[in-house]
């Protein structure tokens, strides 16, 4: 299993460094696997032990006039090589086109970098049934390699992010095994991923790891999330 915690706007640039101690000292004893945290873009920096740190955001290109944005040279500046793409807050808040998205995954597929790339459906088409529920998800593929071998997948359906509603393991799984039919990737759950929820999530086959935003944000209780994932 791995674990991906997604800090959203949360957390300073010295608030992500003692977080970042704090969950290496709360797993020293664990056989803890692949951790990573996306903080903000102002609290970049090196990981450290177990825990490898990604970028929420990055535009294509490497500097150069785009206001509010930052590129590769910021991004490399610490070393960073792991890039959250299309996540819903930046496709739903911030405008992102598939076409858009398309083109980040692109530029930073060339720079070979480990892209987890963000689909998932709103409620209004979970309503309408499983065919148009698999044709919004596949339509967030246009344009993207999805035999890029540096690509992991997180299915994050829109009503189960941030809202406290996990999907159930009988809607991940009708999900994620298809796509497991379709594409041969590593395959992420996120929305609302809990304590509470985690194990029976973390059963699942078709599930390779969470991405993990409101439970994330004290150290000690993802280092907890993560040892009852990991079943340790
Ligand atoms: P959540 O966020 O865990 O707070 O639902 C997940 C995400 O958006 O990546």
């Known amino acids: 299993m791995k674990f991906y915690a997604n800090f959203k706007m949360n957390h300073t640039r010295d608030s992500t460094s003692k ?11 664990t056989n ?23 970028a929420q955001n990055g535009y294509f290109g490497k500097n150069g006039a785009f206001t509010g944005e930052i590129g590769l040279e910021q991004l490399k500046e610490f070393n960073i090589d792991t890039i959250l793409i299309g996540h819903s807050e930046r496709r739903e808040i911030f405008g992102e086109s598939q076409e858009f998205v398309a083109k980040k995954f692109d530029y930073y597929k ?16 979970r309503e309408q049934g ?20 540096n690509l992991t997948v997180a299915y994050e359906p829109i009503w189960a992010i941030g809202t406290g509603v996990s999907a ?3 809607d991940i799984e009708l999900v994620h095994n298809r796509l497991k039919e379709r594409f041969n990737v590593e395959l992420l759950y996120g929305g609302s991923v809990k304590i509470d929820t985690i194990e029976d999530i973390a059963k699942i086959d078709s ?12 150290a000690d209780e993802f280092a907890k999330l993560i040892k009852k994932g990991l079943g340790a």
């Open 32 to 54: 803890s696997g692949d951790i990573f945290v996306f903080p903000p873009a102002t609290a970049l920096q090196k990981g450290e032990d177990k825990v490898v740190i990604g």
């Open 130 to 149: 499983v065919e148009a529920l698999f044709e919004y998800l596949y339509s967030q593929f246009e344009g993207i390699d999805t035999t890029y071998k």
């Open 207 to 218: 599930v390779d790891g969470v991405l993990v935003g409101s439970a994330s944000l004290k």
């Open 110 to 125: 060339k720079e070979n970098f480990n892209i987890i790339y963000c689909i998932g459906e709103p409620l209004e088409v």
């Open 19 to 29: 977080y970042i101690e704090l969950l290496n000292k709360e797993l020293k004893d």
């Open 168 to 170: 159930t393991t009988a």
